[in-house]
């Protein structure tokens, strides 16, 4: 469909509301009930115009660009990439190989990823009494972390890019939910009690979401 000034696409459901959203692309996605009439659709997308241009500058931000010399940042560094037979960090260097290169930097994030969070997880939970099960790392997009009944944690791979205060923060949250299954007060006054400054790491960190769209 097309409005006035912008393409987007409308997908109708059952559902009682009007969202929006920029998929990678940077193209519009509305999400309407169904029979909402178009004129209703692109007052609702212009009046949304800022956020969209907002949106749209994070997603072009985020593109992940692997080419020799390219910059990207892991746990809170910035490597410089050059080819090597593998993937791996050296002297302040991303090496990665010639061929295949997503798949080689997939792999090493998910080592590390698994290394840091597990590190961080037995931290907290030697300090502050949680018990866990496991953890494994997920390639799910949409979310960073989940933490079941049984008491296992799952972390994004992405969350290797983050730096440590985002990543920490992240563990915190998923280990008091092995006390607090929902969003309760309770459950947020203990990750205060543990992180006094999360609310803050937490809105840095929804400006991050935007990676999982590329990798």
Not at 30 to 58: K, L
Not at 90 to 108: F, K, N, S, T, V
Not at 114 to 137: D, H, K, N, P, S
Request: aromatic share 8%.
């Amino acid at each position: 469909m097309k409005g006035s000034s912008e393409e987007y696409r409308v997908v109708f459901s059952r559902r009682r509301t009007l969202s929006l959203s920029v998929n990678g692309a940077g193209e519009i996605v509305v999400r309407a009930p169904a029979g909402t009439r178009r004129a209703e659709i692109e007052r609702f997308i212009e009046a949304h115009t800022d956020w969209i241009e907002r949106r749209r500058a994070v997603i072009e931000a985020s593109h992940i660009d692997l080419t020799d010399g390219a910059k990207i940042g892991i746990g809170g560094e910035v490597y410089p990439i050059a080819e090597g037979r593998s993937a791996h960090l050296a002297d302040g260097r991303l090496y990665l190989p010639a061929e295949r290169r997503e798949q080689a930097l997939i792999a090493l994030l998910k080592r590390i990823a698994r290394e840091r969070m597990t590190a961080y997880a037995r931290e907290y939970a030697a300090r502050f009494g949680f018990v866990f099960r496991a953890i494994r790392i997920s390639s799910a997009r949409g979310r960073w972390g989940s933490c079941n009944a049984r008491g296992d944690l799952a972390f994004s791979f992405r969350t290797a890019l983050l730096d440590e205060e985002k990543a920490r923060y992240l563990v915190v949250h998923e280990l008091c939910h092995t006390r607090h299954m929902d969003h309760s007060p309770a459950f947020w006054t203990e990750v205060g009690a543990i992180l006094p400054n999360y609310r803050q790491t937490r809105r840095a960190l929804q400006k991050e979401g935007a990676i999982m769209l590329f990798l």
